[in-house]
Nanobody, 126 residues
Framework: QVQLVESGGGLVQAGGSLRLSCAAS????????????MGWFRQAPGKEREFVAA????????SYADAVKGRFTISRGNAKNTVYLQLNSLKPEDTAVYYC???????????????WGQGTQVTVSS
């Protein structure tokens, strides 16, 4: 089993920035297959969980939701199986629990990753 642990959430004013981190542990050999990706989803109160961004672990292919393009940046860390999400120009509507996820890139982008983290709260005040 792969465990994903998020960190970096918090309270920030509108227009501010945050950086989320996600580290994978456990059976990380599952993350070495071609096409494996890690990414982020979010779920706001009363709304369904939605895709935010993803990055392949074996390439520099990325994907972003339209709502965050130009404001959020996903990247891989130097440490293996670590990804970051830089959140800039935050808006109150970005308030949500942000979940790290891992799986094959197409499936992850489509909303069906194989692994989920526990989530980290991001709150943007107006």
């Amino acid at each position: 089993q792969v465990q994903l642990v998020e960190s970096g959430g918090g309270l920030v004013q509108a227009g501010g920035s945050l950086r989320l981190s996600c580290a994978a542990s456990g059976r990380t050999s599952a993350l070495t297959f071609i096409g494996i990706a890690m990414g982020w989803f979010r779920q706001a109160p009363g709304k369904e969980r939605e895709f935010v961004a993803a990055i392949r672990l074996d390439a520099f292919t990325t994907s972003y939701a339209d709502a965050v393009k130009g404001r959020f940046t996903i990247s891989r860390g130097n440490a293996k199986n670590t990804v970051y999400l830089q959140l800039n120009s935050l808006k109150p509507e970005d308030t949500a629990v942000y979940y790290c996820a891992a799986g094959l890139f197409p499936g992850l982008v489509a909303g069906t990753p194989d692994y989920w983290g526990q989530g980290t709260q991001v709150t943007v005040s107006s």
